[in-house]
């Protein structure tokens, strides 16, 4: 039963992921005609945390390099 819920849930959570990535990808992209190289790099990691915040999802991710 849960298993169809899931099923059911996941096609809207990534069809909005999939449309929230690819106007990030335009900004980015625009961004980077300009070499905003600052402000490319802080909005791709603003929107590697995002994607996880919007599927509600908690990710730690522990190491030295993090």
Do not use: Q
């Given at each position: 039963m849960n298993s169809k819920i899931y099923s059911i849930l996941s096609?809207?959570?990534?069809?909005?992921?999939?449309?929230?990535?690819?106007?990030?990808?335009?900004?980015?992209?625009?961004?980077?005609?300009?070499?905003?190289?600052?402000?490319?790099?802080?909005l791709s990691m603003k929107w590697a945390k995002s994607v996880f915040n919007l599927m509600g999802i908690k990710l730690t991710v522990k190491g030295e390099e993090n």
């Open positions: 096609v809207p959570v990534f069809g909005i992921l999939y449309c929230y990535t690819a106007i990030g990808v335009l900004i980015v992209i625009f961004l980077s005609w300009f070499k905003a190289k600052k402000l490319v790099r802080f």
